[in-house]
């Protein structure tokens, strides 16, 4: 009897690890898609109502740990203001310059430019993946509402991420900090171009790699989306997508590896609202 | 275990909970930086519950659920997942629980173990990204977390599976630990 147990757990054992490798290679011939679409259809209406239920838990929670924050932040946070201040003043007085030029040029909107053919599409984040080796996010606006794969997924910092996967009523989101992400980028003003990619577990870290310039890159500089089109072919984002920040920036870094670090504007650890860039170019 | 019509609906019951929990409120919240990860202190106690079986079954459950609705490469959670709950059975099948910090310890442990096994799957599956050394402390915060939710996870499911579970004062459980197989 209990050999006859034995062998029958070790039969159930066996099959289920066979099942995971049988999932894991229907994943990677890409014939997984339409299972996934099943549970996550039927499942996103529960994540839904979840995500509203707990959201007084989850806000307590980031309370406790925001204050706990706070104290150390608040210092850096009165140099940045000042800093911002200063730019603040500096932007205005471009905006100025700027609307006085194009009304001298009557410049219009570029045609060509990808942006202005992107309808913005809100929606919250209701789950997200509970490991750091994939950060993906899932969001209530889906088909039905004219997201589609690969559209750029913005918050009201920066750039987030890219539609990974979609469904009637939600849609997957790859983030800028997910091991498969790459941004083709530019670091403002000089526009020195590099491919930008996460490091792994370490959610205010970005690697822009790559660097093709011989200019130097220097702290503070902002990184955004180069945009780039050619031969037909464009970028999935935008360009002038505001990213992050560069905070590590050597010469030798950058020599010898052709890369530096930066900060994400956008807070990828706590999202609430983003917007999906719907109906751009798909390359 | 003995798992009725009645049990196996509680089962399922928690597994959807457990899932819908951590993907809308655990994996959102941040304590230290880190969000803590539930579902292998779950697995692990229905392991503990169960038995290896028990276990096994409802970590490849809860893996194949949470790939399935984060559209990530289905059976990776559910390899990790299931090998955690198999090794939480088979300690609760070959040893006593004799105190009531076995189960929590047990979470931290095996969560350690679930999350190296995690990146070491992740790692052969391929990663192109550079890993920063705060996985690292990812990981070991998520153990410490796991050990202090393991502990009202495992009684709050011993509670919610009591009917199904063996009276442990009924039956003497005082026998030595045997070897898995051996007569």
């Known amino acids: 009897m209990y050999r006859k147990q034995v062998r029958r757990r070790r039969a159930v054992l066996t099959f289920l690890i066979i099942g995971s490798f049988l999932l894991l290679t229907i994943t990677y011939g890409q014939r997984s898609g339409g299972l996934q679409h099943g549970v996550s259809t039927i499942f996103s209406p529960l994540q839904s109502a979840a995500d509203r239920a707990l959201k007084p838990a989850r806000d307590l929670v980031d309370w406790f740990d925001k204050t706990f924050e706070a104290r150390g932040e608040n210092s850096r946070l009165k140099d940045q203001l000042v800093v911002a201040r200063r730019q603040a003043v500096a932007g205005q007085e471009a905006l100025q310059e700027n609307a006085q030029l194009r009304k001298m040029l009557e410049l219009d909107r570029d045609p060509a430019l990808a942006s202005s053919a992107y309808e913005p599409v809100t929606g919250r984040v209701i789950a997200r993946s509970p490991t750091v080796w994939q950060s993906a996010v899932t969001i209530d606006v889906g088909s039905s509402d004219g997201v589609k794969v690969k559209d750029p997924v913005v918050s009201g910092d920066g750039l987030v991420g890219q539609v990974a996967s979609v469904q009637g009523g939600s849609s997957q989101v790859r983030l800028l900090i997910d091991n498969a992400s790459a941004v083709s980028a530019k670091v403002l003003p000089e526009g020195v171009q590099g491919v930008l990619r996460p490091e792994l577990g370490d959610p205010e870290d970005l690697v822009l790699d790559f660097l093709n310039s011989s200019r130097s890159v220097r702290r503070g500089q902002s990184v955004v989306t180069s945009g780039w089109r050619a031969q037909g072919l464009a970028s999935l984002f935008p360009p002038g997508l505001p990213i992050g920040e560069v905070t590590e920036a050597s010469i030798v870094q950058q020599e010898a590896s052709q890369q530096v670090h930066l900060r994400p504007y956008a807070d990828l650890a706590d999202l609430d609202l983003v917007q999906v860039l719907t109906g751009g170019s798909r390359g | ?183």
Do not use: N
Not at chain 2, 13 to 24: D, G, P, T
Not at chain 2, 42 to 54: A, K, R
Not at chain 2, 139 to 155: E, R
């Open chain 2, 1 to 183: 275990m003995i798992v009725t019509p009645r049990i196996f609906a509680r089962l399922a019951a928690i597994v959807i909970v457990a899932v819908l929990l951590q993907l809308s409120f655990f994996s959102r919240v941040e304590l230290v930086h880190v969000s803590p990860d539930i579902l292998p202190a779950v697995v692990i106690s229905l392991g503990l519950l169960g038995g290896s079986m028990t276990g096994a079954v409802s970590g490849f459950t809860i893996g194949f659920l949470v790939d399935s609705l984060l559209v990530e490469a289905l059976g990776a959670s559910s390899l990790v997942l299931l090998a955690v709950g198999y090794l939480a059975g088979l300690f609760r099948e070959r040893f006593d629980i004799h105190s009531a910090l076995v189960p929590p310890l047990l979470c931290m442990v095996l969560t350690l173990v679930a999350e190296l096994g995690f990146g070491a799957v992740q790692l052969m599956l391929g990663v192109d990204a550079p890993v920063s050394v705060l996985v690292i402390r990812d990981m070991l915060l998520k153990s410490v977390y796991a050990f202090f939710l393991g502990w009202p996870i495992y009684f709050g499911l011993r509670r919610a599976l009591r009917p199904a579970l063996v009276e442990e004062s009924r039956v003497s459980r005082r026998r030595q630990p045997t070897i898995l197989g051996a007569r």
